[in-house]
């Protein structure tokens, strides 16, 4: 079965400030997902980022980054000149490949306050 | 990206009464649809997943003639809490993905149910 642990449940850092938000997984799978997903106070979920297994390039989406290490199965967020606007709920996810229709595992979310 | 949507976005009802969450792919077809719950300050919890035209595959625990879960349409899924009580208060958020078209899961906005 596959697990993802976030160990940070709430982080705090000045605004412009660089964040970094740790995740780690369990799994036996080659071909699979992962991702960081954004819950802000409305409780929308919005994908920030996404990264194939199989991709050795860490995946960008403008000032967010991963650190993907597909060995230590160790999936961190980076998120550079951090705004206000990214205060939320980030859940790190699993999902096994093969088509989208696999159920996506989370952890358990990491809190995240941007000061001013 | 592609939008789902969920009605009612909220919901009070009495102890005893049956409330039903509609959840809509708007503008891409959703071969298989997933029914989440979350609880105040927690992750999500999948509760099942629906394929369009079959019986719906719930996770370990989750009653499924409680919550009833139907997939007639390939932009449809509705999910309905019978006999609430007041325990089965909860944010309820599907996601919807098209099978062999996309890897991406996305999110509806979420229904919040408060049982009296």
């Known amino acids: 079965a596959q697990t993802v642990t976030q160990s940070q449940p709430e982080m705090s850092v000045q605004e412009a400030e660089t964040v970094t938000l740790s995740c780690t997984y369990d799994t036996s799978e080659n071909n699979y997902y992962l991702f960081w997903y954004k819950q802000p106070p409305s409780r929308q979920m919005i994908l920030v980022i996404r990264?194939?297994?199989?991709?050795?390039q860490n995946a960008t989406e403008n000032r967010f980054s991963v650190n993907f290490q597909k060995a230590a199965k160790s999936f961190s967020l980076k998120i550079s000149d951090s705004q206000l606007g990214d205060t939320a709920m980030y859940f790190c996810a699993f999902m096994k490949g093969g088509g989208g229709d696999d159920k996506i595992i989370f952890g358990k979310g990491t809190r995240l306050h941007i000061l001013p | 990206g592609a939008v789902v949507s969920q009605h009612p976005s909220r919901v009070i009802c009495k102890s005893g009464t049956s409330v039903k969450i509609e959840c809509r792919s708007l503008d891409f077809q959703a071969t298989t649809m997933f029914w989440y719950r979350q609880f105040p300050k927690q992750s999500l919890m999948l509760m099942a997943t629906s394929n369009e035209g079959s019986k719906a595959t719930y996770e370990q625990g989750v009653e499924k003639d409680k919550f009833l879960i139907n997939h007639a349409s390939l932009t449809l899924s509705t999910l309905t809490v019978t006999s609430a009580h007041p325990e089965d208060s909860s944010f309820y958020i599907c996601?919807?993905?098209?099978?062999?078209?996309?890897?991406?899961?996305?999110f509806g906005p979420g229904t919040r149910l408060t049982v009296l």
């Open positions: 996601s919807a993905s098209n099978r062999g078209a996309t890897d991406t899961q996305y």
């Open positions: 990264q194939e297994a199989y991709k050795q």
